[in-house]
């Protein structure tokens, strides 16, 4: 530890010898700009999003079977990008058949509004093609984790399609006038302000050639409500 210190403090002498910059406001703005603009994206893809979730959403979160489960909500609304835009928050969990590694799928962002269907709640469909996400409005990843030595090794999300189908029961309604959350997966970190009618839902499709056949999903109409996702 006390070298490390050491040697961070030369190389920090070392970086302010060196420090040649413009320091002009002009030059500290733009610097600023351009650092926002790379916290904001990497290799996988934009690492903070706010989504104003207005109109028709569908969602599931449920086990598949004894080794595979998903967590997903697709909705309509606008962004700072678009002002009618779809936006997807999906996680898939996946273990080895021995149970000694889990593949964890995260996407986050934007989807083509062509890949969310249905003019009302009584029939809506999501058919996404994974690879056509943009990562300047998205983000992808795919980790690994060796549940016996904890390494973590993460890189560009699954390349696939998620179909699926919602179809709503009747079997019970909720209206929700103002829920809080926030949920923590991971390095991500998502915040929900919600206002919504809620109703139970059938779906049926797949997900990366997973069959899903559930009665566990919701569909609704969101009002005036919010989701912001933090990638750490």
């Known amino acids: 530890m006390l070298l490390f210190g050491l040697a961070t403090l030369a190389q920090d002498g070392k970086d302010k010898k060196q420090d040649k910059k413009d320091h002009s406001p002009a030059a500290k703005s733009s610097d600023k700009q351009h650092g926002n603009e790379q916290n904001e994206q990497d ?26 489960s998903i967590n997903l909500n697709v909705s309509r609304g606008a962004s700072s990008t678009s002002p009618t835009a779809t936006f997807i928050n999906f996680i898939f969990f996946q273990f080895s058949s021995d149970h000694s590694v889990e593949t964890v799928t995260q996407i986050f962002g934007e989807i083509p509004n062509s890949a ?5 709640t009584k029939s ?4 996404l093609d994974t690879s056509t996400l943009d990562p300047a409005t998205s983000s992808s ?3 690994t984790i060796d549940v016996i030595t904890f390494i973590i090794t993460c890189g560009p999300g699954t390349l696939g399609t998620v179909h699926l189908a919602f179809h709503e029961n009747g079997i019970a309604a ?24 809620n109703g139970t839902a059938d779906v049926q499709g797949s997900v990366f050639g997973v069959p899903v056949s559930s ?7 969101n009002f005036s409500s919010s989701v912001e996702i933090t990638r750490h």
């Open 43 to 68: 290799e996988h893809g934009r690492k903070h999003m706010k989504f104003t979730q207005e109109g028709e959403f569908a969602s599931i979160s449920t086990s598949l079977d004894p080794d595979t």
């Open 116 to 120: 969310f269907t249905g003019t009302n």
């Open 124 to 127: 809506l469909v999501l058919n």
């Open 141 to 143: 990843t795919t980790c």
């Open 174 to 197: 909720t209206r929700i006038l103002n829920l809080v959350e926030e949920d923590i997966a991971g390095p991500v970190t998502t915040l929900i302000h919600s206002k919504s009618d």
């Open 215 to 221: 009665s566990a999903a919701s569909v609704g109409v």
